[in-house]
């Protein structure tokens, strides 16, 4: 009898390979759940793309580390930020779309101060 009990919980607790890369979040009352990516997968993924992209780059001369590096990696940093304060937790479209807008404002507004810092030291 207890041998069956065991064998149940087994069975209950075991993980689907999805689950790695996905979680169940539900509102405060409880009302509604909704299944997203994981954030610490989402992370993860940004600051293994940053070693990942500078090494094709060096070693291999591939561009495409340079791809990862200045695209992917700010975009997969600032997706879980973006998403957890102006889309209450949500994965959307639009949450990407907003990730990428600011990620290339950023950029801008950085290359500016660098341009004309430079510019500075130049007279």
Do not use: W
């Amino acid at each position: 009898m207890v041998h069956g009990f065991i064998v149940v919980i087994c069975v209950e607790k075991t993980m689907n390979f999805l689950d790695i890369f996905f979680e169940t979040v539900e509102t405060l009352n409880g009302k509604k759940q909704s299944k997203r990516i994981k954030t610490s997968f989402i992370l993860l993924c940004g600051f293994s793309f940053i070693p990942l992209g500078i090494y094709l780059l060096v070693a291999h001369g591939m561009i495409f580390g340079g791809t990862l590096v200045t695209l992917l990696a700010p975009c997969f940093l600032l997706y879980p930020i973006i998403r957890f304060f102006f889309f209450g937790g949500k994965d959307s479209v639009a949450a990407v779309v907003t990730t990428v807008v600011v990620e290339e404002v950023t950029k801008g507004v950085i290359k500016d101060i660098i341009k004309d810092a430079s510019e500075k030291n130049r007279k």
